[in-house]
């Protein structure tokens, strides 16, 4: 394509452009994407330099920066224009094709071909073009940096220890857009509530509710500028990269993604679409979008659905037994949880029973009555849950939802065969196309460091530096609560703010709605909120979302660079207060420490409000008493242990250490005594001198146990219970069914560990297994629960059954139980002539799961019925590009990205890794428009499918690398350099 077809002309967000890609467009579902092919023109969006009405403020700053680059601090000048000079303007292009401006509102749209402008604006223009040419020529200078690939694609980025930052992730942006341009697009959409635009009115609810809870444009811009230099220069430079290759494949549209070419014929555009330049506030954006994805709380209802349960039960059996109720099924610390940190006492039960819930005579009875004759809780409850859901849904579709979830394992010497610490981190991310995540390495710029990345974000996630290794896990701080707000006419003066939120939207006109908040955050129900026009309504209350981690999120790219520049376990403890989401963290160095920490804001909670009447944080703020304020200044300390003497630290999403409490939010981050993680623990303290194979194989060992859709062996913790029911009552099928589990393995794959990867066959002792627990749990809970919140009507099943299977466990405990239960569960309200005893529910299910579901006569059950993981992709899934499922492998309750690194004295040992598909997510078309998969988009499949692992290059310690090393930054010797940091 010569650059005579080079034009500027979409540019959507808040500019004009020559042609209104959405004005009667029909609305793009990724689902009906149409064979095609288009010859339009590239777009071209060349260098965007947007003005300030300040011209004189911003023409300082930018003689500064440019000042400071021959100082030695390589800004990179046009992107200092870009951000420093903001006016009302359009784009530049450098090579002089087509330079179009759209003009403030209300003025008329310019070019540079002669037509008319003001002459104040001509004055702008033209100094504009003398600072960018004097940017040009001081950015003429060569880098340091190289990029190269291996045979899978995966990108190294080497360059001498001098390399400014930012021509390292300058580097890395480049490399990761070259590879997952697409991606990112949709990554930074969906973290800017811009998805509509796109796909039509279908994402418009999700646009708003990011929106509505996400930052506004100039937060974004002050989490940038509060950002240290450094990190800048990661941003501005990672930034760069990216648009580098945008650059590229506007000038070559045979470079550009597959789907790009998608959007050009489904929006009805004369030209291609190319993607907008990317900028800090994407990157700021993003960054805050993907840890609230990693947060079991940020997008979860808990309280909410609580308090409906709350409501529930005490409207049917009375507020003293439904609270009773409620505290059996919501207890706030089991201490008999599996934990990341050892129990200090050593107590196989974890010390005494925990009986901290609040007691119907702790609460205020009038308040539990008030809560009984306000309007139904569950509508609202149902309303959160149904936007994050639906939120969950449209990111899925487009392939742009990471799930929450991992293992990991750090073990010492004293456990090895080797006698070097050997770290394992697998995340589970689920399994998109491409996936979530990607590999690469940077040894450049004083940064030494390897691992996972992820579109869209400078820096590396999980990674290993020669000194020291890490994973990270979804942890459980308590991070959020809801708030129930007063009726506009009842609060102060000022309490409800607002500004107008334009969401544009492709095959309508554009949608602007109010967006309101109170002192403790957005308001998300109703959604949208208009205090004008909302009508006071108890099954409708105004609701509020506060966030632990509101604003530090928009710190968290300086926490990782941090994170990988330690040359200690203090140090690395010392980054982690500055993540701003709640992760597990499992670490491992070169000096022979292992440690572990929970990151994640966790704001100390009084027990008690204003009035002196106790407050149950399980549910939202104002539900039974007066509400009370925290403030993410006053935290707990980060949970944290090292050099167990167990020899390890190992979980799977679960408690972090005794004394911990549930999640408030999130069922899945609720614990007691069965926990999938029970199966690490087992391994790891049951061998010793561990090989490096063993500790890598650890992880399909424990991805082919499987507990209501996870990992873990749920039939260890009956197994005793069910058996002596049996035996109490034994008849010819009862015993038989024993006989099955004499032989079962707790793995859920049939013919052991060599069909652990591949077989297709589920074990008859596990589908035995897993149908009589569920119907155990039908029979002892659907009495109690079937019109709460905690069942699906429409399902006809119970909500969280491993909450509920702990509870069972409790109760069969009885008064040995680490968390005493206070109701019988296992008698039955509804129907008198149903099982009244534990040993009857366990016989009777047995029984009716035999007769129904795996009936003796019809063995082996399971054949074939192992599932699969499909990779599709939202283009390919009708004709005549019917091409999904890309690829498929069998089923594992696995990570999308695993390494496992073995630290000696000089550095990294030994580094194997993999992750889903491969380094590429990019999909081109042919001439005749037919979709070309880039050589290395599945070409981890050989190694991931079958978990093998692949090796990975290590880097070793340079000698004057010491633990005891502060990493003291050097100072700039150039006075307006030092000014200007």
């Known amino acids: 394509m010569d650059d ?57 700053f930018q003689i500064f920066e440019i000042l400071a680059y021959v100082c030695g601090l390589k800004q990179d000048a046009a992107a200092t224009l870009n951000r420093n000079l903001n006016f009302e303007m359009g784009s530049i292009s450098m090579q002089g094709v087509s330079v179009a401006f759209a003009a403030a509102p209300g003025q008329s749209m310019i070019d540079m071909k002669g037509e008319s402008m003001k002459p104040g604006r001509w004055i702008r223009v033209v100094l504009s073009f003398v600072l960018l040419a004097s940017a040009a020529g001081v950015a003429s200078a060569e880098s340091t940096v190289t990029t190269t690939r291996d045979d899978k694609g995966v990108w190294f980025i080497e360059g001498d220890e001098s390399a400014s930052l930012y021509d390292v992730y300058e580097a890395m942006g480049y490399a990761v857009a070259t590879d997952r341009l697409w991606q990112a697009e949709n990554f930074r959409r969906a973290a800017r509530g811009r998805l509509a635009e796109l796909f039509g009115a279908d994402y418009l609810n999700d646009d708003i509710l990011v929106r509505v809870t996400g930052y506004t444009a100039d937060e974004l811009t002050a989490g940038y500028d509060a950002l240290d230099s450094e990190a800048k220069d990661m941003v501005d430079g990672y930034v760069a990269g990216f648009n580098r290759r945008i650059d590229e494949v506007a000038q070559n549209p045979a470079q550009l993604p597959f789907e790009f070419h998608a959007l050009t014929q489904q929006l ?27 947060d079991p709380e940020a997008t979860k209802q808990g309280q909410l659905d609580n308090a409906a349960l709350l409501q529930y039960l005490t409207t049917v059996y009375g507020e003293i037994q439904g609270m009773v109720m409620f505290n059996d099924l919501r207890w706030t610390n089991d201490p008999a949880a599996t934990t990341y940190i050892p129990d200090p006492t050593g107590s196989s039960t ?8 609040m007691s119907v005579h702790d609460a205020d009875r009038a308040a539990l009555a008030g809560l009984r004759s306000l309007g139904d809780l569950s509508g609202v409850a149902r309303n959160v849950a149904g936007m994050w859901a639906e939120r969950e849904q449209n990111l899925k579709k487009l392939n742009a939802f990471p799930e929450m979830g991992s293992y990991a394992w ?48 400078p820096g590396i996630v999980i990674g290993r530096t020669p000194h020291h290794a890490w994973s990270m896990q979804v942890g459980h701080a308590r991070t959020l609560d809801y708030y129930f707000e007063p009726a506009p006419g009842q609060a102060p003066e000022g309490y409800y703010t607002s500004r107008t939120e334009t969401f544009q939207v492709a095959g309508q006109e554009p949608v602007t709605i109010p967006v309101y908040r109170t002192p403790n955050g957005p308001v998300v129900n109703p959604m949208p909120f208009d205090p004008d026009t909302y009508v006071p309504d108890a099954e ?10 509101w604003g530090m999120e928009l710190q968290t790219i300086s926490a990782f660079l941090e994170m990988t520049r330690a040359k200690s376990m203090d140090a690395f403890g010392a980054a982690l207060e500055d993540v701003g989401v709640s ?16 990151s994640g804001v966790d704001p100390i909670r009084q027990d008690f409000n204003a009035d002196g009447k106790r407050v149950d944080w399980r549910l939202p703020q104002g539900t039974l008493v007066d509400p009370v304020q925290w403030s993410a200044d006053n935290r707990k300390p980060l949970s944290t242990d090292r050099n167990t003497d167990q020899g390890f630290y190992a979980g799977w999403n679960n408690k972090s250490s005794v004394e911990y409490p549930n999640s408030a939010n999130n069922m899945s981050y609720f614990f007691g005594p069965f926990h999938r993680a029970h199966v690490l623990e087992a391994y790891l303290s049951g061998n010793d001198d561990l090989t490096f194979e063993e500790v890598r194989d650890l992880a399909l060992n424990i991805a082919t146990t499987d507990s209501f859709g996870s990992g873990g062996n749920p039939w260890a913790f009956v197994e005793d219970d069910f058996r002596n029911a049996v035996m109490a009552d034994p008849t010819e099928d009862r015993l038989a069914a024993l006989d099955i589990m004499d032989d079962f393995d707790g793995h859920f794959v049939d013919g052991g560990p060599e069909n652990w990867a591949g077989g297709m066959d589920r074990s008859d002792g596990w589908m035995l297994a897993d149908a009589w627990i569920r119907e155990v749990l039908r029979l002892t809970f659907v009495d109690e629960l ?24 409790q109760g069969l405990a009885g008064e040995g139980a680490s968390v005493i239960k206070n109701y019988n569960w296992f008698q ?74 073995e630290m000696a004295e000089d550095g990294q040992a030994r580094i194997e890794s993999m992750f889903a598909l491969g380094q590429s997510g990019t999909i081109l078309a042919d001439v005749s428009g037919i979709p070309v998969f880039d050589e290395n988009f599945s070409s981890m499949t050989e190694v991931y499918d079958d978990f093998s692992h692949r090796d990975f290059p290590v880097m070793k310690a340079a000698a004057v690398d010491d633990e005891d090393d502060d990493d003291k930054k050097s100072s700039s010797t150039c006075f307006i350099g030092s000014l200007l940091r």
Request: with cysteine; hydrophobic share 40%.
């Open 4 to 60: 005579e077809s080079a034009v500027t002309t979409f540019i959507p967000e808040n500019r004009i452009a020559r042609k209104n890609p959405f004005s009667g467009s029909a609305s793009m579902k990724p689902s009906t994407v149409p064979y095609f092919m288009s010859a339009g023109k590239s777009i071209r969006t060349d260098l965007k330099i947007i003005f300030r009405p300040n011209i004189f403020v911003g023409v300082l």
């Open 268 to 294: 009805g555009l004369e030209e291609i679409f190319v993607p907008e330049y990317w900028t800090a506030e994407d990157v700021m954006a993003w960054q805050a979008a993907m840890l609230r994805n990693f």
């Open 350 to 357: 974890g010390g005494e029973p925990a009986m901290q819930e």
């Open 410 to 457: 750090t073990i010492s010497g004293d456990k090895t065969a080797s006698g070097n610490p050997i770290l394992y981190s697998g995340p589970q991310m689920g399994f998109s196309t491409p996936a979530i995540c990607a590999e690469g390495s940077i040894d450049a710029g004083g940064i030494k460091v390897s691992g996972m990345v992820i579109a869209g974000l």
């Open 540 to 549: 409708n209350p105004i609701v509020s979302w506060k966030y632990a981690h």
């Open 583 to 598: 992760q597990h963290f499992c670490y491992a160095d070169r000096k022979g420490n292992i440690a572990y920490w929970m």
């Open 786 to 809: 079937a019109g709460s919140v905690q069942y699906d009507a429409e399902e006809e099943e119970l909500k969280n059954p491993t909450v509920l299977f702990n509870v069972l466990l």
């Open 828 to 901: 039955n309200n509804v129907d008198p002539e149903a099982p009244q005893a534990a040993e009857e529910i366990i016989l009777a299910a047995l029984d009716n799961v035999l007769a129904d579901q795996v009936p003796l006569d019809e063995r082996p059950w399971g054949v074939g019925k192992r599932d699969v993981i499909e990779f599709n992709h939202p283009f390919f899934s009708e004709p005549p590009l019917a091409l999904n499922p890309l690829h498929t492998m069998p089923f594992s309750s696995r990570s999308t990205f695993a390494h496992v690194v």
